[in-house]
């Protein structure tokens, strides 16, 4: 095993993020209102690709991946797919992004597979608004979904949240009082520009200021960012058991903590969420690929990963949603 993945900025890259599917079940008015629709191209990684790719992360030093969408769930051999990944050696943590529509269900399964943290898109624990934003009616069942996973010993619960102007942004208020008495931690993500969400974005775009000062005053404080860590500033308060993230993709600096790489279910490494070009791996990630190749691409790509984004220019790069890529 290498040292790790660097990057010409010194720059390490402990994460990777691996996108099983671009299919969704829901309809989120800054992601998919229109919902997923396939488009007839080449079908996504296998779980033997799935294998190779990780395994050769792993022996450039990557130790973490979570697993993301579209919404991973759909894929009837998740558990099998967890449970390869854990398997690699070196591979520490496995985590993974969802809707949480099946949590309730699967959760256990996908635990005793080998998953060791949870992300759950939430973006209103207000049943009305959560099925405006979503275009379904399931705010109660991941709420108990996330009441389950904080009994099975996941090392951390989290709950994604974007910010949206005139539709979620008062809320603040009602997670802290589902904060008090679990650990979960809660990001508020900032609403970002894709290449087809331009009059959504310029309607209900909020930055995170105005957030992070209330959170600051009301006695939260920030704490150290872990090496490991995705790209929220972290916030905690004595007289809670859970914890705020703030991912401000606008503010100053954001990118400098980059750590992340990112592989699309069809597999192509794409050094940034918002670059404008992919590195096609999968046609090494075959029963007869060179591994020592695979390697090697995947190594040499990072010389051309950028400073940082170009979302304060409106470059969106290839990325049309979210769904797309999994943010």
């Given at each position: 095993?290498?040292?790790?993945?660097?990057?010409?900025?010194?720059?390490?890259?402990?994460?990777?993020?691996?996108?099983?599917?671009?299919?969704?079940?829901y309809r989120c008015s800054y992601c998919l209102p229109d919902g997923y629709r396939a488009d007839g191209r080449p079908h996504f990684l296998e779980g033997e690709e799935i294998r190779?790719?990780?395994?050769?992360?792993?022996?450039?030093?990557?130790?973490?991946?979570?697993?993301?969408?579209?919404?991973?769930?759909?894929?009837?051999?998740?558990?099998?797919?967890?449970?390869?990944?854990?398997?690699?050696?070196?591979?520490?943590?496995?985590?993974?992004?969802?809707?949480?529509?099946?949590?309730?269900?699967?959760?256990?399964?996908?635990?005793?597979?080998?998953?060791?943290?949870?992300?759950?898109?939430?973006?209103?624990?207000?049943?009305?608004?959560?099925?405006?934003?979503t275009g379904h009616d399931r705010a109660g069942e991941i709420l108990q979904g996330l009441d389950l996973a904080?009994?099975?010993?996941?090392?951390?619960?989290?709950?994604?949240?974007?910010?949206?102007?005139?539709?979620?942004?008062?809320?603040?208020?009602?997670?802290?009082?589902?904060?008090?008495?679990?650990?979960?931690?809660?990001?508020?993500?900032?609403?970002?520009?894709?290449?087809?969400?331009?009059?959504?974005?310029?309607?209900?775009?909020?930055?995170?200021?105005?957030?992070?000062?209330?959170?600051?005053?009301?006695?939260?404080?920030?704490?150290?960012?872990?090496?490991?860590?995705?790209?929220?500033?972290?916030?905690?308060?004595?007289?809670?058991?859970?914890?705020?993230?703030?991912?401000?993709?606008?503010?100053?600096?954001?990118?400098?903590?980059?750590?992340?790489?990112?592989?699309?279910?069809?597999?192509?490494?794409?050094?940034?969420?918002?670059?404008?070009?992919?590195?096609?791996?999968?046609?090494?990630?075959?029963?007869?690929?060179?591994?020592?190749?695979?390697?090697?691409?995947?190594?040499?790509?990072?010389?051309?990963?950028?400073?940082?984004?170009?979302?304060?220019?409106?470059?969106?790069?290839?990325?049309?949603?979210?769904?797309?890529?999994?943010?």
């Amino acid at each position: 095993m290498t040292a790790g993945l660097t990057d010409v900025y010194g720059r390490r890259f402990p994460y990777l993020r691996l996108s099983l599917t671009e299919a969704c079940n829901y309809r989120c008015s800054y992601c998919l209102p229109d919902g997923y629709r396939a488009d007839g191209r080449p079908h996504f990684l296998e779980g033997e690709e799935i294998r190779r790719l990780v395994s050769a992360f792993a022996e450039l030093g990557m130790y973490k991946v979570r697993l993301t969408g579209g919404e991973p769930s759909l894929r009837k051999d998740l558990p099998a797919i967890i449970a390869s990944v854990s398997s690699v050696p070196g591979i520490r943590k496995v985590a993974m992004t969802t809707n949480g529509c099946l949590l309730p269900r699967r959760l256990p399964t996908w635990r005793e597979a080998g998953l060791t943290a949870i992300n759950v898109s939430m973006d209103s624990l207000d049943r009305h608004r959560f099925h405006a934003i979503t275009g379904h009616d399931r705010a109660g069942e991941i709420l108990q979904g996330l009441d389950l996973a904080l009994t099975l010993g996941l090392d951390s619960v989290k709950v994604n949240a974007v910010l949206l102007r005139d539709c979620n942004d008062d809320e603040l208020p009602a997670w802290m009082a589902y904060l008090r008495t679990r650990a979960v931690g809660v990001r508020f993500i900032e609403l970002m520009r894709t290449g087809d969400n331009q009059a959504y974005f310029e309607r209900h775009h909020l930055r995170a200021d105005a957030l992070i000062e209330q959170l600051q005053r009301a006695g939260w404080s920030e704490r150290a960012r872990r090496a490991d860590a995705g790209p929220a500033r972290e916030f905690t308060h004595p007289d809670y058991r859970g914890s705020f993230g703030i991912i401000a993709p606008y503010s100053k600096n954001f990118c400098h903590g980059c750590n992340r790489l990112r592989v699309t279910a069809r597999g192509d490494l794409r050094l940034c969420l918002f670059g404008d070009f992919g590195i096609a791996l999968r046609p090494l990630l075959q029963a007869d690929g060179d591994r020592a190749a695979l390697v090697h691409r995947i190594a040499t790509q990072l010389g051309l990963k950028e400073a940082g984004h170009g979302l304060h220019q409106g470059m969106t790069g290839l990325t049309p949603h979210l769904a797309s890529i999994g943010g």
